[in-house]
């Protein structure tokens, strides 16, 4: 059982809507990642928050706006998103940025409409 | 060229077979090296950790070699419960960042 939980684990949402991916983490971990993942496809990762801070970025469109409201939670929010942006988004948390494992929640599927 | 590369697969080999994935990598900074193993439609999970000396555990041995910058995953008396993607994983400590390869996708057959 994963120890990253997120929610909600499915959304469907219309371009004009906003809502918002939700990540939870108590293991400690100070480094908290936000990646999507299309069919098929590996894991791409969109941003690094490090001691709550976002540290990369990795040119994401500003539709997709992350926070990090505490050590332990991870937001993601979404703004007039297209077709294209339906994917799993996958959260994940370390205890540092680099060398160490790790871990994922087990994502939230979502579908824009 | 990618950062990362793996054969895509896929790999259908028989029950009891050994399997042999290699993996590619493109930055000589990488410093972390792992292998994780994804079933459809759930979320990656961390199957070992590759160090410079090679590691085993249990069927799954893993090994790294720097200077040809590639990593290797050898999965022996392959159960069918191993046909999954394994995702080759390469970590950046100078960039913070963590980059998969591809996958490579394994089924195994009765």
């Known amino acids: 059982d994963t120890e990253v939980t997120q929610t909600p684990k499915h959304l469907v949402m219309g371009m004009t809507n906003k809502k918002s991916l939700k990540c939870e983490q108590h293991?400690?971990?100070?480094?908290m990642y936000w990646y999507k993942q299309k069919a098929k496809k590996p894991p791409e990762l969109m941003f690094v928050y490090s001691y709550e801070k976002l540290s990369i970025n990795e040119s994401v469109p500003s539709r997709f706006s992350p926070e990090c409201p505490n050590s332990s939670l991870l937001n993601l929010h979404l703004h007039a998103l297209q077709p294209e942006d339906s994917a799993l988004y996958l959260c994940a948390s370390s205890q540092l940025t680099t060398g160490n494992t790790i871990y994922f929640g087990e994502g939230s599927w979502l579908t824009v409409v | 060229r990618k950062e990362v590369e793996q054969d895509p697969g896929p790999f259908n080999v028989p029950e009891g077979a050994t399997v042999a994935f290699n993996c590619t990598y493109s930055?000589?900074?990488?410093?972390?090296f792992f292998w994780y193993r994804q079933d459809c439609r759930k979320e990656p999970k961390l199957l070992m950790s590759v160090y410079s000396s090679g590691n085993e555990d249990g069927r799954f041995t893993a090994q790294l070699n720097r200077a040809s910058q590639y990593i290797s995953l050898l999965i022996r008396d392959s159960k069918l419960s191993d046909s999954a993607t394994y995702l080759c994983v390469v970590g950046y400590s100078s960039a913070s960042k963590i980059i998969f390869g591809s996958g490579t996708r394994l089924s195994i057959r009765p």
């Open positions: 930055n000589s900074a990488s410093q972390s």
């Open positions: 293991m400690g971990h100070r480094a």
